[in-house]
């Protein structure tokens, strides 16, 4: 017999994560063999033990399923990663791509589609869930110039004002009480997006083009700092 499918799940809603394992756990040919409610701790647990798949949620306390998605993509190339989500947001959907996930599924999908698409992805295959992918081939034939600094999440956008005004990772980390690694994690995402090479670059981007939500210009009344 071959050996069941070892699997990471993470989610930070305790109560649908083990709906899920058990949904999973039921299978012979499927092994949970770890959970997490953070990207962190996902990603702690990835490394210590190379699951075969890792099922991420996109949205989780701390760096998040698409950075924790990256990392593990980069640390574990033999891993395959799924995002499990509620979220149908087209740019979370380009993003975890990029990032390397091999599935984005929708939460709503039924146990048995979930067990189905999870063997399919774990032997190879690549799933969108099919409404977003009709959305995704619809927009790149119709394409859109779209400007960075609007994919920019809330946070990822109040980060930038705070670089802008001059202040460290560690310093953003307290205003925002976040580890300075977590903020390191999202100024990763920030340059990715605005495709630029560091933060002076993200800055000045956004000064020029004016921050995510201030029409009126990046940092220009954001106190003395913003003038570093």
């Known amino acids: 017999m071959a050996r069941p ?24 040919d499927f ?12 990603l702690d647990l990835a490394r210590s033990l190379a699951p075969d798949l890792a099922m991420l949620d996109v949205t989780m306390p701390g760096i998040g399923g698409i950075a924790a998605a990256a990392e ?19 740019d979370k959907l380009l993003a975890a791509l990029r990032a390397g996930a091999h599935g984005y599924v929708l939460k709503g999908v039924s146990s048995s589609e979930l067990r189905a698409i999870t063997r399919s992805i774990a032997a190879g295959d690549v799933f969108v869930t099919p409404k977003l992918a009709a959305e995704l081939l619809l927009e790149f034939s119709h394409p859109r110039t779209r400007d960075p600094l609007a994919e920019l999440t809330p ?8 670089v802008g005004q001059g202040f460290t990772n560690r310093e953003i980390g307290e205003r925002l009480h976040l ?22 670059e993200a800055a000045l981007l956004a000064t020029q083009r004016g921050s995510p939500g201030r029409p009126e210009g990046a940092f220009a009344a954001l106190g003395p700092r913003a003038k570093r």
């Open 5 to 28: 499918i070892r699997i990471l799940l993470a989610d930070d809603h305790p109560l649908f994560r083990e709906g899920v394992a058990s949904s999973l756990g039921s299978e012979p």
């Open 31 to 42: 092994d949970v063999v770890a959970q997490a409610g953070s990207g962190e701790e996902a």
């Open 72 to 90: 593990i993509a980069a640390t574990l190339p033999e891993t395959r990663i799924v995002m499990l989500t509620v979220s149908e947001d087209e």
């Open 155 to 162: 946070r990822e956008a109040g980060i930038l004002e705070l």
């Open 179 to 200: 580890a300075e690694k977590t903020v390191k994690h999202y100024m990763t995402e920030i340059l990715q997006k605005l495709h630029v090479r560091n933060r002076t």
